[in-house]
């Protein structure tokens, strides 16, 4: 199945910022909302943006969603050890009526 | 309290066959679209299958098309996915998902599968 890509892994010291990449195509994000979700070691993932842009309930707007074209980037600021976990975008493929992660991002607090 | 439970996993040969379960509470089951994601060991997560709330409108990866079949019950709060022909490639941990084809705000703790022989 097609994926969205990723980069494989981010870092960055407790307090600062780390923004993660998801690029796919027209038929995928260009025309479609993206969701991402954080995955702590062990558990069930969890949404944390919907609607490219929206939070759930409960989730800090510590979190952040943008979308441009073809592309869609997750920020997080104000890192925390907490934070430390894998992260994937998704979003509805038009072309495959199918829906397709992405290659995920470790994040690591230094 | 939304609460996803899965069940039914386990080991089974190559070729065989498994029934997945998904006990749903806490919220309109019939009302959402339910999905199936999964994700094999230390790998990245992969979309199973959807299916709408009444479920008339199914679907399926590509990977799994022709082999696995989603279903609901509606009147028992529950979703299933009946796996047939598994391949090692099949093993996986098996989540069930809530909310809509391209939106999983709730999941499950999820259920293993192990395909060997």
């Known amino acids: 199945q097609s994926v969205l890509t990723q980069p494989p892994s981010v870092s960055a010291a407790p307090g600062q910022k780390v923004t993660i990449s998801c690029s796919g195509s027209?038929?995928?994000?260009?025309?479609?909302?993206v969701s991402w979700y954080q995955q702590l070691p062990g558990t069930a993932p969890k949404l944390l943006i919907y609607?490219?842009?929206e939070r759930p309930s409960g989730i800090p707007d510590r979190f952040s969603g943008s979308k441009s074209g073809t592309s869609a980037t997750l920020g997080i600021t104000g890192l925390q050890t907490g934070d430390e976990a894998d992260y994937y975008c998704?979003?509805?493929?038009?072309?495959?009526?199918?829906?397709?992660f992405g290659t995920g991002t470790k994040v690591t607090v230094l | 309290e939304v609460q996803l439970l899965e069940s039914g996993g386990g080991l089974v040969q190559p070729g065989g066959s498994l029934r997945l379960s998904c006990a749903a509470s806490?919220?309109?089951?019939?009302?959402?679209?339910m999905n199936w994601v999964r994700q094999a060991p230390g790998k990245g997560l992969e979309w199973v299958s959807a299916?709408?709330?009444?479920?008339?409108?199914?679907y399926y990866a590509d990977s799994v098309k022709g082999r696995f079949t989603i279903s609901r019950d509606n009147s028992k709060n529950t979703l299933y996915l009946q796996m047939n022909g598994l391949r090692a490639e099949d093993t996986a941990v098996y989540y069930c998902?809530?909310?809509?084809?391209?939106?999983?705000?709730?999941w499950g703790q999820g259920t293993l599968v192990t395909v060997s022989s």
């Open positions: 806490g919220f309109t089951f019939s009302s959402y679209v």
């Open positions: 609607d490219n842009n």
């Open positions: 027209s038929s995928k994000i260009g025309n479609n909302y």
């Open positions: 998902a809530k909310d809509r084809v391209d939106k999983f705000g709730y």
């Open positions: 299916i709408s709330g009444s479920g008339g409108s199914i």
């Open positions: 998704g979003t509805w493929d038009s072309s495959l009526s199918a829906y397709v």
